[in-house]
């Protein structure tokens, strides 16, 4: 079976523009969410999605946005690039609860 | 506001001892505590967690320990191989928070030949 998948691996932008991550979750899991990992730090959380709506949103400006589409996979979008959103960005799969299987991540550098 | 400590923040064993990681949190409502490990380049798999209701949870060379009412648990790896070197994070997940997780700091490990 294949796991969560994710694209693109790698994404090189510029201050200020715009970037679109992609997530497909494992067959039959419902709920996708998004995290943040800075190098040499934890996952830090930045949205939930189960059933198309948004369950949860973590500590982020509004410059991030998100959504979860009819076949359950998700975009995370991300406006007005700041060197700072320079991160490994992660999605991950569930049920409802329970444990998270993640993708391999979208690391993505901002110059 | 840091939910969830983990230590120590880097750990070298010998093959074949034993590794101990810890972490601490101070949300009562979490009810649900997995381990994750990660490789460079990937993403963090999940290794083994534990609920509340059970104090030990074991599977294979993986063990964890849980303390409810010190708000400890901790990660025991029995006989530590190099291809255990990898960074190990904690999480906790509360049932009023979905699907949420709050991750510890992370601990290197290192497991030399």
């Known amino acids: 079976d294949a796991g969560v998948t994710q694209s693109p691996t790698h994404l090189i932008k510029t201050r200020g523009q715009h970037v679109t991550l992609r997530c497909s979750p494992i067959?039959?899991?419902?709920?996708v969410s998004w995290y943040q990992q800075v190098l040499g730090q934890g996952p830090q959380f930045i949205f939930q999605?189960?059933?198309?709506?948004?369950?949860g949103r973590g500590n982020f400006p509004d410059r991030f946005s998100a959504r979860q589409f009819p076949n359950y996979s998700s975009e995370l979008n991300v406006n007005a690039l700041l060197l700072g959103d320079s991160a490994l960005y992660l999605c991950?799969?569930?049920?409802?609860?329970?444990?998270?299987?993640f993708g391999s991540g979208t690391q993505l550098s901002v110059l | 506001q840091q939910q969830v400590k983990q230590s120590p923040q880097s750990l070298i064993v010998q093959k074949g001892g034993i590794s101990i990681i810890n972490c601490a949190y101070e949300?009562?409502?979490?009810?649900?505590f997995p381990w994750y490990q990660q490789f460079p380049g990937k993403g963090p798999a999940l290794l083994i967690a534990?609920?509340?209701?059970?104090s030990e949870k074991k599977e294979g060379r993986f063990t964890i320990s849980f303390n409810k009412s010190a708000k400890q648990f901790s990660l025991h790896i029995m006989d530590s191989q190099p291809g255990d070197s990898a960074t190990y994070f904690c999480?906790?997940?509360?049932?009023?928070?979905?699907?949420?997780?709050?991750f510890g700091e992370g601990t290197q490990l290192t497991v030399n030949p």
């Open positions: 991950a799969s569930s049920l409802v609860r329970g444990g998270l299987f």
């Open positions: 067959s039959g899991h419902k709920s």
């Open positions: 999605y189960y059933e198309k709506e948004e369950r």
């Open positions: 949300n009562t409502a979490f009810d649900y």
């Open positions: 534990i609920r509340p209701d059970v």
């Open positions: 999480a906790a997940q509360a049932e009023t928070s979905g699907s949420r997780l709050t």
